[in-house]
């Protein structure tokens, strides 16, 4: 029989499904980022993946690999110092005539609209290793942002 008039099974034909990808660099994590990732994990050893659908539990298990990775290669760091900006700082900063404020966190604490900010953007990028008063480049603009304030993040 001709290869052409055999049926292949619809597995064939479907999407390879890969792991969640990583963040790129070191997973640096405050203590807010550390508790939520732990979290994360245990809310998902939580759930009954034997009782989920095939394609649930391929999923389940895909978010929980990720999240485990994410605890296993957690690098805590300590508090900042107040006058230099780092991960874990508080920055009040001008851009663009509008004042603003921000912490810098890790990657997967990292929630724009709540004012937490991943320490690979861009922005975090530009502003680490400034200090209150200094102006700093951004954008291809030169002194774009004004560090008003630094300090660690509370508890």
Do not use: C
Request: proline content about 8%.
């Amino acid at each position: 029989m001709s290869v052409a008039f055999r049926r292949e099974s619809d597995e064939e034909h479907k999407e390879p499904k890969f792991e969640l990808p990583l963040p790129p660099g070191p997973n640096l994590v405050t203590a807010r980022g550390l508790a939520m990732i732990e979290a994360k994990v245990a809310g998902l050893e939580a759930i009954d993946a034997a009782a989920l659908p095939e394609a649930d539990r391929e999923q389940h298990g895909r978010i929980l690999r990720y999240w485990r990775t994410r605890q296993a290669t957690a690098q805590p760091t300590p508090p900042p110092s107040d006058d230099e900006v780092a991960f874990g700082s508080r920055v009040s900063f001008t851009l663009n005539g509008q004042q603003k404020r921000i912490d810098i966190v890790g990657d997967d604490e990292a929630e724009p609209n709540e004012g937490r900010l991943a320490f690979s953007a861009p922005l975090a990028r530009a502003m680490i290793g400034g200090y209150a008063g200094e102006k700093v480049d951004f954008g291809g603009k030169a002194e774009a942002i004004e560090i008003l304030s630094t300090e660690s993040i509370p508890d």
